[in-house]
């Protein structure tokens, strides 16, 4: 009996626990390949989730930087409404009639100096006649009104310029400046300083039909 017995353990038995050990062994280290492929596809998913979310960041940067530079272009073209200190100029026609139109009247070369000396003392926006004025604007006499980008004014007339405010007022008073200049030919005009002034968008298209882009 204890023959038999040992005899058995001795052959089936023996090569089912060996086949046991096989399967087992052969499983434990699929298992143990997946794993560590599971940990490898991870790790690369996890730096991959790294480098898109710092490709992320970076664009949002970029475009964040693209934005504001955009709005500076649409402050600086008069492409949108502003807001900001600054002084208020009015020119008056003069009303003596003993002299000539050429006289009493305020011309464009006037509205102009003060416009240029504006922007000399550092102004960064401008209005006339709550016309916005850009780089394209013009102004010119039409009889006894005055055309600013299309649209025809008569005196008074009102300047608005935002900047430092005590800078441009200085600017426009000192000795020799533009209001000396005027009030010295006849003309009289007011400067309030202003802690708040709103400038409209120049509504006005632009339009370029010989100017393009420069290429390399």
């Not at 026609?93 to 002299?99: E, I, K, R, V």
Request: proline share 2%; net charge negative.
């Amino acid at each position: 009996m204890e023959r038999l017995l040992r005899a058995k353990w001795t052959g089936n038995n023996i090569a089912i626990a060996l086949i046991c050990f096989i399967v087992g062994f052969t499983f434990t280290m699929q298992i143990k390949s997946v794993m560590e492929n599971s940990k490898k596809d991870y790790s690369t998913s996890q730096e991959r989730i790294d480098s898109l979310t710092t490709q992320l960041s970076e664009s949002q940067k970029e475009n964040e930087g693209l934005i504001k530079e955009l709005g500076d272009y649409r402050l600086t073209a008069g492409a949108t409404d502003v807001t900001g200190e600054g002084i208020e100029i009015t020119l008056y026609d003069l009303t003596d009639a003993s002299l000539s139109p050429e006289e009493t009247l305020v011309h464009q070369q006037d509205i102009l100096m003060v416009v240029n000396e504006l922007r000399n003392a550092g102004a960064e926006a401008i209005s006339v006649n709550d016309i916005r004025f850009t780089a394209t604007s013009y102004v010119r006499c039409v009889g006894s009104v005055i055309d600013v980008d299309g649209t025809r004014f008569s005196a008074p007339y009102t300047i608005k310029a935002i900047g430092g405010k005590n800078n441009l007022e200085k600017a426009m008073k000192q000795p020799g400046g533009i209001v000396a200049f005027l009030t010295a030919d006849g003309k009289r005009i007011d400067i309030a300083k202003k802690d708040n002034l709103e400038l409209p968008m120049n509504k006005k298209p632009l339009v370029f039909n010989y100017m393009k882009e420069a290429t390399k």
